[in-house]
């Protein structure tokens, strides 16, 4: 069992930047995909960034301006977040993918209110 803690979230202008972090309990080693997921007030949690195994995949509305990035022994995840628009405004989760005996279980932290004023 993992349990995920998001935090860096909080008030900044367009145009300013924010790093997310989540702290894993345990150890990260085990979960093979790393994400954040955003909820805008009125809308549905929408995928933002994942990594794995070095890789990294953006959402095309954040590619070029977040940065998504692990470090194990810390077994913390990061979101750079950088020129940010109102648009960006949500709740930020953080998402973690475990794969045991071909069955996919999912830990997610409780999130952090990123708000972006125009």
């Known amino acids: 069992q993992v349990q995920l803690l998001e935090s860096g979230g909080g008030l900044v202008q367009a145009g300013g930047s924010l790093r997310l972090s989540c702290a894993a309990s345990?150890?990260?080693?085990?979960?093979?995909?790393l994400g954040w997921y955003r909820r805008a007030p009125g809308n549905q949690r929408e995928w933002v960034a994942t990594i794995r195994s070095g890789y990294t995949n953006y959402r095309d509305s954040v590619k070029g301006r977040f940065t998504i990035s692990r470090d194990n022994p810390k077994n913390t995840v990061y979101l750079q977040m950088n020129s940010l628009k109102p648009e960006d405004t949500a709740v930020y989760y953080c998402n973690g993918k475990q794969y045991i005996d071909l069955k996919v279980y999912d830990y997610w932290g409780q999130g952090t209110q990123v708000t972006v004023a125009s």
């Open positions: 345990g150890s990260i080693d085990s979960l093979v995909v």
